[in-house]
């Protein structure tokens, strides 16, 4: 069943739900949320947005954690949700690393295509799916794996967000703050 367009947000997960490390997110205790961004998806919960996160987690492959704590991260995150009325609906999200060469690496566009497969969405590989659907990302490579399909590419200033090269961000690419003012931003266009 297709789903409302206007209803569905892509988030990268680190630095822009949660706080990004040089060194990894490992363990469930350095999950630590970016201030604000929990309220924020709060906040689209409660007016029927989908949140559908696409994050690439290399460190998996890496040897750093294991799917189970990828998944008690995410339980964490789900759980510091319930007492804002947020809500994820999907995770997506790519376990390799450059060298893989996989499809699903950000800025490829596999985890996106998957995604709009989920959500009933995609017509052909490669097409414009994605169309008027905000991505949220902190880096170029989290933007462009979704302006391929279409998305339209939002940049918050947490984590790497502060350091992109703006030369490199992808046409129309909005910038906010953070999540809560980019969820602030949404929720005034509605």
């Keep these: 069943m297709q789903q409302d367009l206007n209803k569905l947000i892509i988030l990268d997960r680190d630095g822009v739900i949660n706080q990004d490390r040089d060194d990894y997110v490992k363990t469930v205790d350095e999950w630590v949320p970016v201030h604000g961004s929990l309220e ?34 995410h339980q964490k995150m789900r759980d ?34 998957d995604i709009a497969t989920h ?16 991505v949220v990302g902190d880096t170029v490579r989290d933007l462009m794996a979704g302006v391929v399909l ?11 967000g502060s350091t992109v090269n703006q030369s490199e961000l992808p046409p129309n690419t909005r910038q906010h703050p953070d999540l809560l003012s980019f969820a602030k931003t949404i929720l005034k266009t509605q």
Excluded at 120 to 133: A, E, F, R, T, V
């Design 80 to 113: 510091l949700l319930k007492p804002f009325g947020g809500k994820i609906d999907s995770i997506f999200f790519c376990p390799h690393v450059d060298a893989d060469l996989c499809g699903c690496r950000k800025p490829k566009p596999g985890l996106f295509i």
């Design 40 to 73: 924020a998806i709060g906040l689209l919960s409660q007016a029927d947005y989908q949140i559908s996160i696409a994050t690439n987690q290399s460190g998996i492959t890496r040897g750093y954690y294991d799917i189970a704590t990828l998944n008690a991260m």
């Design 119 to 134: 959500y009933g969405l995609l017509k052909n590989p490669l097409d414009q799916s994605l169309i008027g659907i905000p």
């Design 150 to 160: 279409g998305a339209e590419p939002h940049l918050v200033l947490t984590g790497k």
